[in-house]
């Protein structure tokens, strides 16, 4: 695997949740490459094993598990069967998390006459839409931070990464509760890092800027491939003028897990967004 620079984590447990989804089996690939045992997390257990098995055939450490980010319980199982296959957690990084439609409001705007019309606005959004998106994204970083960090306490070394999102600086329109969730995580990665200082863990988060994963193509592309006027609007935003490509954001992902890199940064969120959280639109 092609890596912008080489850490060595050969003698770490890495913990990856989401790791069936796009953006965090590149994460789970790259700290396998840096000689990680890497156990991949999802709900979606199918999905995570082809990506363990990807990982193993190309030589890694990794192993497939079947959790809910939002059920304590099996968080717990988890950890128990991953303490038992590779020992304790080193490193966690909490990537479970996206939007949903029930909490999507169908215009950016609301216009007089919207609530005649057959569509999602803001004032019929389901109150249990939202609380999915807020779960999923705060809860299912809380819960796993509560189960994992408990093999870090007393230990060196030992560090938790997040995701955030462009949403957590300024929240883009339609989707209010995967906005305020992200917001949630920038501002727990500060409080979790505080919260650890005196322990010798490091919480820190990535906020990514665009990239076509599965919970976002079908807010960026029609059934027939081509692009929203969402998809144009975000491009126009973007600096760099493209969407990003998974494997950019492992710059920023060694960077923070090093020891050597960033021993004395904690509470930090890095953007890797082409420039989008830096354009003004003018
Ligand atoms: P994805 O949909 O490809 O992956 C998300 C994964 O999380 C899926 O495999 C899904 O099965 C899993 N998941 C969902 N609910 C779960 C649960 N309860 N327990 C365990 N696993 C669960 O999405 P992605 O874009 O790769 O998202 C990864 C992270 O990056 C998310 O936190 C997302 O919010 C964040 N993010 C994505 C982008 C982007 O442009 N794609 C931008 C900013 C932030």
Known sequence: ????????????????????????????????????????????????????????????????????????????????????????????????GGNNPRATTTNEYYF?????????????LDPKGVEFVFNLNFLGTLIPTQVFTQDMLGRESCCIVNISSMNAYTPLTKIPAYSGAKAAISNFTQWLAVHFSKAGIRVNAIAPGFFVTIQNEKLLFNDDGTPTPRTDKI????????????????????????????????????????????????
Request: aromatic letters at 8%.
């Open 1 to 96: 695997m092609n890596l912008p620079f080489q850490i060595d984590l050969s003698r770490k447990t890495a913990v990856v949740t989401g790791a069936g989804g796009v953006l965090c089996s590149g994460f789970s690939k790259a700290l396998a490459a840096c000689g990680a045992r890497v156990a991949l997390l999802d709900i979606n257990q199918a999905a995570a094993q082809k990506y363990a098995d990807e990982i193993t055939a190309a030589g890694g450490t990794a192993k497939a598990y079947e959790c809910d980010v939002l059920n304590r319980a099996s968080v717990e199982a988890a950890h128990a069967q991953i303490a038992a296959d590779f020992g304790p957690c080193d490193i966690l990084l909490n990537g479970a």
């Open 112 to 124: 007089e006459g919207d609530l005649d019309k057959d569509i999602a606005t803001f004032f019929n």
């Open 235 to 282: 491009l126009a935003g973007t600096p760099m003028e493209r969407f990003g490509k998974p494997e950019e954001l492992n710059g920023a992902l060694l960077y923070l897990i090093s020891e050597e890199a960033a021993s004395f940064v904690t509470g930090i969120v890095i953007p890797v967004d082409g420039g989008f959280s830096a354009y003004s639109g003018v």
